[in-house]
């Protein structure tokens, strides 16, 4: 038997004007495990079909190239027969209908070190409603991966610092934190780097810290890159002119808690209308570009299907950056190093 799905926020109101339907599903996802996956990205993709199109596109998938009958995954579907001419047909019947969310997990770390510690803790962190807070996490996150076992140490004490599964608080990480980052700034990264590193005060630290200890809900879960990239493909999907509904497969970070308090901040903050949209049919102010969103299981839906599968061959594409098929997919706004290049994946690794 199956388990009874679990979280999602069901749109409990009437939409407000126009609405898009989205269907999601990730690829990469390592809980909190951000430093020592085998998978240093994770994909999050999103498709406007509907249910018969999706069906549409996985029957030519199996009949046109020959796959297998069962749920398909993106292993198989790069390796099997014919996975080179599937791929590119596979890319271009999504083209102008998907939208791929990559999220570099060490630079989310970054990201998350001055959106928590150098400012006001929101559920609007990372995504490009903070914007004003990227040129330090880039300065950061570039000066920072020259600095050999130093960097690495500092990442790690972070994890430590705001890993919020623990059973009682240990009064250790704020000192080994802080240990590394003077360690870190003892390397001679330079400015700006040095500046952001400085800022990262005992008493700032410690002040968050605290505030995680006592479960203040208000913060955002620290090592959840999900809720970004969530985030991030609802602002691209709503353009400030609709709002979005979502379904998404089951996935444990978007608890119905996390969901709200994520609505409520996208309300809050608005985002940024499309280029060359009319203002006249903006969103109303408070309205959130987040209808709702809805758990289901991938094995029922073909559309999550869908994104599952394109997750996957996005993840798993070394150049897809400079993918020309990929690249009209991927979303300007990836938390990633614009100028970087994401590590390798590993090769052979299951979706």
């Known amino acids: 038997m199956r388990t009874p799905l679990q979280g ?48 549409g596109l ?4 199996r009949s046109g190239f020959r796959f297998s009958p069962h749920e398909l995954k993106s292993g198989q579907f790069l390796r099997g027969p014919g996975a080179v001419e599937a791929r590119k047909w596979f890319l271009r019947a999504l083209e102008g ?15 998350r070190i001055v959106d928590l510690l150098l400012t006001e803790p929101s559920y609007a962190a990372g995504t490009r409603l903070t914007q004003d807070q990227r040129p330090a996490a880039l300065a950061l996150y570039r000066a920072g991966r020259s600095a050999g076992s130093d960097w690495a140490v500092f990442l790690a004490a972070f994890v430590d610092l705001v890993r919020t599964r623990r059973r009682h608080p240990d ?3 704020v000192p080994r934190f802080v240990a590394a980052r003077d360690a870190l700034l003892g390397s ?19 002040a968050v810290v605290t505030r995680l200890d006592n479960d203040d809900r208000s913060i955002p879960p620290p090592l959840e890159p999900m809720l970004p990239a969530l985030a991030e493909t609802v602002l691209s999907w709503s353009g400030g002119q609709r709002q979005v ?14 969901l709200t308090r994520l609505q409520r901040a996208l309300a ?36 999550v299907q869908v994104a599952d599968l394109l997750a996957g061959v996005a993840r798993r594409s070394p150049g897809m950056i400079d993918d020309s098929l990929l690249q009209p ?19 052979g690794e299951q979706t």
């Open 8 to 55: 999602g926020l069901p749109p409990i109101d009437a939409v407000v004007g126009a609405v898009v339907e989205v269907a999601c599903d990730e690829s990469g996802f390592s809980g909190t495990n951000l430093l020592h996956s085998a998978s240093p990205v994770i994909t999050h993709a999103s498709v406007d079909l509907d249910v018969d199109e999706a069906v």
């Open 245 to 258: 509904l979502v379904t998404h497969d089951e996935q444990s970070a978007l608890t119905a808690d996390r």
């Open 171 to 173: 009064h250790r990480t």
């Open 58 to 61: 996985i029957t030519e998938l």
């Open 329 to 347: 997919l991927l979303s300007p706004t990836s938390l990633r190093d614009p100028d970087g290049w994401p590590r390798p994946e590993t090769a």
């Open 188 to 206: 001679g990264l330079g400015t700006p780097a040095d500046g952001v590193l400085t800022a990262l005060t005992q008493a700032r630290v410690r």
């Open 97 to 111: 209908r998907a939208s791929v969310q990559l999220v570099d997990k060490e630079f989310f770390l970054v990201t």
């Open 268 to 303: 809050d903050h608005g985002g940024p209308p499309a280029a060359g949209a009319d203002p006249a049919g903006a969103l109303p102010a408070g309205v959130s570009p987040l209808a709702g969103l809805v758990m289901v299981d991938s094995r029922d839906d073909p559309r």
